[in-house]
Each structure stands twice: as structure tokens, then as C-alpha cells.
DNA sequence: TATGATATGCTCAAATGGAGCATAATTAGG
DNA sequence: CCTAATTATGCTCCATTTGAGCATATCATA
């Protein structure tokens, strides 16, 4: 039986959010995602990256979990004589560590149709466009490439779902409609990264959005103490929606993920909100739960 | 910049449902699952896995998916002078082809208090019993520990959640009552598996487990057409819960996930049942939307 | 033809979720 | 001081979903 032997390299999506703007760190101007070789030495791969993050960075890494394997062909990065395998891990950065120093990016520089707190995006109507073509480029595989498109992108009666980030940035790869593609695409759909690193950043968020509705991570994003407004700006902008803020809040509260502190904050010119913290303790008592998104139509 | 190199190999869970029986494809008379070199000729991991495994057992896998790496120490299967990292993948097997041939063992052989169809299972009475001198025996620990108990085996309150097949495990090898623990417990909890098999059979379950959910991927594991009842006992089968007969089928009939094919089956000695076959283009209208359990009590 | 068994249709109440109105507590500007 | 603007917060209403169970249909078999 044949051994395979390869190389190993750790890279990590490390998101955090600041001034209502989810943002990954990023190397090389923002070209690519932080990324180190996997060494020998850590008991885990987790304690490992943990380390090494800290090192390169001096932002703590609250909450990491792992995201996905890559070790195909084609990924533009493999070493003659070996191929490299990439394990990719998601972490959640605090909100005032990661603040806005140089490498950290909004994510939505590199995914401008994620984002729909404005109302759906105007590239959208390119994008569509761009799909019809491709789609009707083969007659064979037209219908199926139509209800794909219709349905990645929410207008198959369905909606836009924010979940499936990963999906739509997978289809416009297919599609040639992103530079990394190789067919040398004009790259106004979203900024381009090194080698598959962007669709490793896509994988990280669709994983995020997804979880935060199920599992209370979002508090790993937030400083010991916020309003209200200020978490579900937060989520916002992770989910790339807005929230009806009425059932927001009813929504947090009837699950007793928060506990008031007792202070209140009057920044923004109104009346002034509690403070809240998480309660921490939920983390043993229900891991589930989460936080479902009551959504507006706005 | 020093790069690490390992050794890969792939770590396959191919599941099948026959005769109302999660099973789970094994080697060494059920004590390993199955796994091999990962080859450099294959583009994707994906493709490797298919065809290796097509030319191991003659069954055609549907559905697959990346599960989980494993590169931690102490996995017990490291060779001198590198790291193994396992790639390990969740595989469907049709009902028919994975038959109950050797080889194929029912999962809950490895998980006995996973199956609550019959109930409650007796055996939780010991592993309650068990965890509690557990958490008694570190006063710092224990009520941290007593909680997390409570939770994952649904005796908070909050009930038996199936998705918790993980957890469950992990804890119960915390507390060292699995022999993998090392600590030679009575293997009466649940049959071992080597090295950390069973823990990454206890993460394609809780993976499956949550899938099902809100992914139609059970008809990956059902013969081309089927009757209702059918169906719910394989989803039965897999959740480890009976659900509610008529609200199953409003379910599924609502969603539009099936067709019926215009013949009956009337093999059980009733009112024949009218057989279906899933709408294979709902794979592409909805990726989503997805299967929900209604449970039923008895 | 009665009985037992399963399939299938339907009802009802409780829980959940989406939307919006009403009120409270501030700051800023006359 | 008074008013408008702004944000926070409490509460209601209604449509939909979900959990549970009753009733009827259609078969095999005795």
C-alpha cells in the first residue's frame, strides 16, 4: 500500500467586524489570506494555528473552527514533486483587537453582491446578465444553467438567500465571470485573490452566516459589553441584510443570551440603550439555540 | 519559511440504510473504517475517493462529502518521522447496492444510546450514573461538567437533540468511558473501533443527522421509488427518533419533494401504499428548504 | 362478511414569525 | 422652555407553521 505524501499548510479566515463592516485579514495588500506551514511541533492543529496567529498577528483568536480541506489539482499554488494540501480554518476576531489596522479587509470588497443592507446591489443586474449568456452559450446544459442562476441568486420565486455565498461565487467561477477563473475575465465582479483564496474566504462566510443562526458566535465578535443596535448591526453586516428590530430584540431576549449590565450608552443621539453582556454560561446550557435572523424587507 | 510535510490518507464513512438499520461500511470485521493512500494522480480529493472506493466495494457512492481532518497527535497511527493527516469523507450508499453484506455493520452496534426508536435507551441510565461520579471527582470542574452532561444527554430540559451524536462522544471519552479513552473501561458502552475511528464515525452521524434537515440527501440512500413509510423509517433510522406518521407526510408532500410514480405497494398487509420517487430537479430549484423532523413522542 | 392492518385525509389548538403601531428618553435647535 | 429629530423599547395583530390526534379508505385474511 502506497503511502501519499504531501505538504501541509494551515491558512486561516480571521474575521472581525468594525464600524458595521465585516473585514478578513489579509497579506500581501490584501491579495491573499494569511497562511503558514503546519508545523510539527503542536499536539493539535488547532492549538497550532492558535499560536501562530498569535504570533503574526497580537489579536487573540476567540472562537476557530475548521473549514475545509483543499488539496485539489489546479489550486496554482503546488510545489513540483508534491502536492499541497491547505486545511483552512475559521476565526473570529474580537471586535476592538482586529480594528481597522492595514491587512484587514471588508469582505465585501472582494464580494460586492453579498451585500444587501442597501437594498439588492446594482452589479447584480450585470451579474444576471453575464449568466444568461453563459447559460444560453450551450444549449445542451441551457435550462439547468438558467435555474441554477435563478435560484443561487434568489429570483426563482425563493428569494435571495445569504447563505449560499458560496454557491453563487462557485457558479460565476464556472461561469468565467471571476479573473481567477483564469479566462481573463475583466474583474469588476469583486476583487480578485491569490490562487483559490477567495473562495476560501467564500466558504468561510457562507460557514459564518450559516452559523450564527444556530449557534450564539456572533458574541466572540463583540466587545464585553454592547447595545442592542449595536449586535444586530453586527449580525447585519455578517448576514449582509437588515433586521427588523422590534423581533431582533425579542428574538435575543426571550432566549436569555444577553443579561443587562446596568449602564447604558447615549453615543448616537437618542435615547439612551442598555448595555447588555453575553451570558456565558449559555455555552454549557443549550450549545443550540442560536439566533434565528427576523428579517425586513427594507 | 520551513514547510511541514505528512503523510495524507482518506478516512471514508460510506452509509446505508437496509432493513430499517443505519449501517456503516467497515473493515477488519467492523473494527476499522475504511481508508487509503491519497493518491497524486486523481485531480480533486473528491474523484480519489470515488473511484477508490468504486474498486473496493462494487457500490456507486451518490452523495459525498468532506467531513472532517484529523492531523492531531496521539491518534495512535502516526508513523516514525511524520504526521499523518487524515482526510475523512461521508459517503451515501444506495439501499440496495450496500445491502447487508460483510462488512456493512449497523451504527448503532457503536453508539447504543444513539437509538431512541424503542425509547429511551436503558444504557443511559449507566452512562448518567457514570458522568456524574465523573463530574463529582473534580470539585473545581463540576459543575461545569454536571451542566454539559445534562445538556448534551437532554436532561436539561431541553430534551434529546439527535444532532448531539458528537458531543456526546467526546464527552464520554473526556470522562474515559470509551476504551479508546485508553483508560481500560468496560467496553460495554458502545463497541470500539481503532484509533479514532469512532470518532470520526460519531461526526459523519452528527453530520448526517444535521443534513437531513434542511438538505434533501436521504434519497440518496433509497431505491428509485419507495413508499412514504419507507422513507420515514429510513430518516428514522438515521435520526435515531420515530416522527409523526401524518405530519411526515404533509411534510414531504408540501415541499414537493416527491412524485408519485402511479404504482402501489402491498407488501406489508394493508392498504396498499402508493409508491414515489423523488423530483430529482428540486436539487437544482432548492438546495435548501430541506427536510424538518416531526417528532412524535412515543 | 367481519376483523385487523396500514394508508391517507382532515381538523384543531398551540407556538412561531413577520410587520407595524405606540410610547419613552434622549439631543439639538430655536 | 419648547419643538423636532432620533433612537430605544414595549406591545399587538395576524398569518403561517407545527404538534397532535381523529376519521376514513383500502387492502389481506379468516
Given at each position: 500500500?502506497?503511502?501519499?505524501?504531501?505538504?501541509?499548510?494551515?491558512?486561516?479566515?480571521?474575521?472581525?467586524?468594525?464600524?458595521?463592516?465585516?473585514?478578513?485579514?489579509?497579506?500581501?495588500?490584501?491579495?491573499?489570506?494569511?497562511?503558514?506551514?503546519?508545523?510539527?511541533?503542536?499536539?493539535?492543529?488547532?492549538?497550532g494555528?492558535?499560536?501562530?496567529?498569535?504570533?503574526?498577528?497580537?489579536?487573540?483568536?476567540?472562537?476557530?473552527?475548521?473549514?475545509?480541506?483543499?488539496?485539489d489539482?489546479?489550486?496554482?499554488?503546488?510545489i513540483?514533486?508534491?502536492?499541497?494540501?491547505s486545511?483552512?480554518?475559521?476565526?473570529?476576531?474580537?471586535e476592538?483587537s482586529?480594528?481597522?489596522?492595514?491587512?484587514?479587509?471588508?469582505?465585501?470588497?472582494?464580494?460586492?453582491?453579498?451585500?444587501?443592507?442597501q437594498?439588492?446591489?446594482?452589479?447584480?443586474?450585470?451579474?444576471?446578465?453575464?449568466?444568461?449568456?453563459?447559460a444560453?452559450?450551450?444549449?445542451?446544459?441551457?435550462?439547468?444553467?438558467?435555474?441554477?442562476?435563478?435560484?443561487?441568486f434568489g429570483?426563482?420565486?425563493?428569494?435571495?438567500?445569504?447563505?449560499?455565498?458560496?454557491?453563487?461565487?462557485?457558479?460565476?467561477?464556472?461561469?468565467?465571470?471571476?479573473?481567477?477563473?483564469?479566462c481573463?475575465?475583466?474583474?469588476?465582479?469583486g476583487?480578485?485573490?491569490?490562487?483559490?483564496?477567495?473562495?476560501?474566504?467564500a466558504?468561510?462566510i457562507?460557514?459564518?452566516?450559516?452559523?450564527?443562526?444556530?449557534?450564539?458566535?456572533?458574541?466572540?465578535?463583540?466587545p464585553e459589553?454592547?447595545?442592542?443596535l449595536?449586535?444586530?448591526r453586527?449580525?447585519?453586516a455578517l448576514?449582509?441584510?437588515?433586521?427588523?428590530?422590534?423581533?431582533?430584540?425579542?428574538?435575543?431576549e426571550?432566549?436569555?443570551?444577553?443579561?443587562?449590565?446596568?449602564?447604558?450608552?447615549?453615543?448616537?443621539?437618542?435615547?439612551?440603550?442598555?448595555?447588555?453582556?453575553f451570558?456565558?454560561?449559555?455555552?454549557?446550557?443549550?450549545?443550540?439555540?442560536g439566533?434565528?435572523?427576523?428579517?425586513?424587507?427594507?
Amino acid at each position: 500500500m502506497t503511502i501519499g505524501f504531501a505538504h501541509a499548510e494551515l491558512i486561516a479566515v480571521l474575521v472581525a467586524v468594525t464600524g458595521d463592516e465585516p473585514r478578513v485579514m489579509t497579506i500581501r495588500s490584501g491579495n491573499a489570506l494569511p497562511s503558514g506551514p503546519f508545523e510539527m511541533g503542536h499536539r493539535t492543529l488547532q492549538s497550532g494555528l492558535r499560536e501562530w496567529v498569535q504570533e503574526q498577528t497580537e489579536h487573540p483568536v476567540g472562537y476557530l473552527e475548521q473549514l475545509y480541506t483543499f488539496a485539489d489539482r489546479d489550486r496554482n499554488n503546488d510545489i513540483p514533486g508534491g502536492r499541497t494540501i491547505s486545511i483552512s480554518y475559521l476565526g473570529l476576531v474580537n471586535e476592538q483587537s482586529g480594528a481597522g489596522r492595514p491587512g484587514w479587509h471588508g469582505w465585501y470588497e472582494y464580494f460586492p453582491w453579498e451585500d444587501h443592507r442597501q437594498g439588492r446591489p446594482v452589479v447584480l443586474d450585470e451579474i444576471m446578465a453575464r449568466l444568461r449568456s453563459w447559460a444560453d452559450a450551450d444549449p445542451a446544459r441551457r435550462d439547468h444553467r438558467h435555474r441554477r442562476a435563478d435560484f443561487t441568486f434568489g429570483l426563482d420565486g425563493g428569494g435571495w438567500n445569504e447563505d449560499l455565498a458560496l454557491q453563487r461565487y462557485e457558479l460565476l467561477y464556472e461561469a468565467g465571470l471571476v479573473s481567477e477563473a483564469g479566462c481573463g475575465a475583466e474583474a469588476n465582479l469583486g476583487r480578485a485573490m491569490f490562487a483559490d483564496h477567495r473562495r476560501i474566504l467564500a466558504t468561510g462566510i457562507a460557514r459564518l452566516r450559516a452559523k450564527i443562526k444556530y449557534r450564539p458566535v456572533v458574541f466572540e465578535l463583540m466587545p464585553e459589553s454592547f447595545t442592542l443596535l449595536r449586535l444586530q448591526r453586527t449580525i447585519e453586516a455578517l448576514a449582509g441584510l437588515t433586521l427588523h428590530k422590534q423581533n431582533f430584540r425579542r428574538l435575543i431576549e426571550q432566549q436569555d443570551l444577553v443579561e443587562e449590565t446596568g449602564g447604558t450608552e447615549s453615543e448616537t443621539g437618542g435615547r439612551p440603550a442598555k448595555l447588555f453582556r453575553f451570558r456565558y454560561t449559555v455555552l454549557e446550557e443549550r450549545a443550540l439555540a442560536g439566533t434565528k435572523l427576523p428579517l425586513s424587507r427594507n
